[in-house]
């Protein structure tokens, strides 16, 4: 039971995409063959580029630039290669309609495109409007010119079904903010990343969670990095998705340099028949999580197994 249950936090079903609806889509159907601009595109994977960091800096479309500074628009990109594709790690805002998402983006080398998808999306709050319009699996590409990342989606919603490139310049490492290593632990764990997730942790870090009780029936706790990494790699493995919507992240009270969150959320899988409830008490400090405690607000309610062969 404790697997299907594991999570503080996981990832919103589906929502991405920088519009604010849906539109009609222009006829840009070469695009899908590579030949947008004139030239093919199928260079590899830019060396150097795993563990790099970038600030978003400009946007164009194809008819000309994309203005979202109106929309108060600020990201940054942190890049990871997973063998012969990169993962795009991105924590952006648009301050205007105080909204904040953090992305995971794959994108995969090809002949003669590359395929970049947007595969989890965690959006604060979790209102239609912010968390958006799913965005497809599209041909795109990933290079670095003149010291600049440039990520180019063909057919994008930021640019009513014409190209979007989005430019970025090198950003020093720094530590994660609170929020977002609170929406880093979502996404992660959304996406099965156990690893991630307990990267977000603290070496002596620990997780309390309610599904799993010590001989005298407390919560239990899974004390450092590697326990942490363990704990959620069983749970991944034995649930098929996991969904979450997170309802709200409060500040709670703190002394010193740790900080603490509260983040109440609502958590679906395919075992369950209605949403369960629950909230996660972080205890965060030098862009670590020190300790999160997992608490229920609301009882699971499991499906029967009838109703469960019925769906398969």
């Not at 790699?233 to 002394?255: F, H």
């Amino acid at each position: 039971m404790r697997a299907i249950l594991v999570l503080g936090l996981a990832g919103v079903l589906a929502a991405c995409g920088g519009s604010e609806g849906r539109s009609t889509t222009p006829d840009e159907s070469s695009d899908l063959s590579g030949t947008a601009g004139g030239s093919r595109r199928s260079g590899g994977i830019p060396p150097g580029i795993d563990g790099t960091r970038w600030r978003w800096v400009e946007a164009y479309c194809t008819e000309g630039a994309l203005d979202l500074l109106g929309r108060g628009y600020a990201a940054t990109v942190q890049v990871r290669q997973d063998g012969e594709a990169l993962t795009l790690i991105t924590d952006q805002v648009f301050a205007t309609e105080q909204c904040q998402h953090t992305l995971l983006t794959t994108a995969t080398p090809g002949q003669p495109d590359w395929q970049v998808e947007e595969v989890t999306r965690i959006a604060v709050p979790a209102t239609p409007e912010c968390i958006g319009v799913p965005e497809p699996r599209r041909p795109g590409e990933v290079r670095v010119t003149d010291g600049r990342l440039e990520v180019l989606v063909q057919r994008s919603q930021w640019c009513n079904g014409l190209e979007v490139r989005m430019v970025y310049e090198r950003a020093p490492d720094g530590l994660l903010a609170d929020d977002q290593i609170v929406r880093r632990y979502a996404a992660f764990w959304s996406h099965g990343d156990a690893t991630a997730v307990a990267g977000l942790f603290a070496q002596g870090g620990s997780l309390l969670e309610p599904f799993t009780r010590t001989a005298t029936g407390e919560p239990y706790s899974h004390v450092g990095r590697q326990a942490v990494s363990t704990w959620f790699q069983e749970s991944i493995e034995s649930s098929p998705w996991r969904a979450v919507r997170i309802t709200q992240i409060v500040d709670e009270p703190s002394q010193g340099a740790t900080s603490h969150r509260a983040v109440t959320w609502e958590y679906m899988d395919p075992r369950l028949s209605e949403p369960l409830a629950g909230v996660t008490h972080f205890t965060i400090a030098a862009g670590e999580i020190f300790e999160a405690r997992i608490e229920l607000t609301t009882e699971p309610a499991v499906r029967s197994t009838e109703a469960e062969a019925s769906d398969g």
